[in-house]
């Protein structure tokens, strides 16, 4: 059809959380090393304008809130040199011990990370 298939956005979202990890100096490895897991309990995208197949996109990826149990994490998606966002959406992740599959809250070194971002992002 020419377009980006619509499922494809999440796979987007997906890399930006990636790296949005990382950047925290948190990635996903080293949460898993931790005995956590970090399930998507919630997906949301709202689609703005088509994306073609072969262009360049960028993601942006931010959080905007500390993490309890929970941490919500926001995406936009633009073509590459572009201001108009194509897509945009948000991804909700809940905390689990992963030996046990049970739920907890976000461990003390995440939520510091997430202190030191949103410092970083809010001036």
Known sequence: MKFV???????????????LLRELG????????????????EAHADYKKAARYDELLNVVTSMKE??????RIDYQVFKDGEEEVLAEGYTIHSFVIASTGKPTRAPAQF?????EYLRKHQE
Request: without cysteine.
């Open 5 to 19: 298939y619509y499922g494809r956005f999440f796979e987007y979202f997906e890399q930006g959380r990636s790296d």
């Open 111 to 115: 939520s510091e990370s997430v202190d």
């Open 26 to 41: 948190l990635p996903y490895p080293e949460i898993e090393a931790m005995g956590l897991i970090l399930p998507v309990i």
């Open 66 to 71: 500390k993490p309890i149990a929970r941490v």
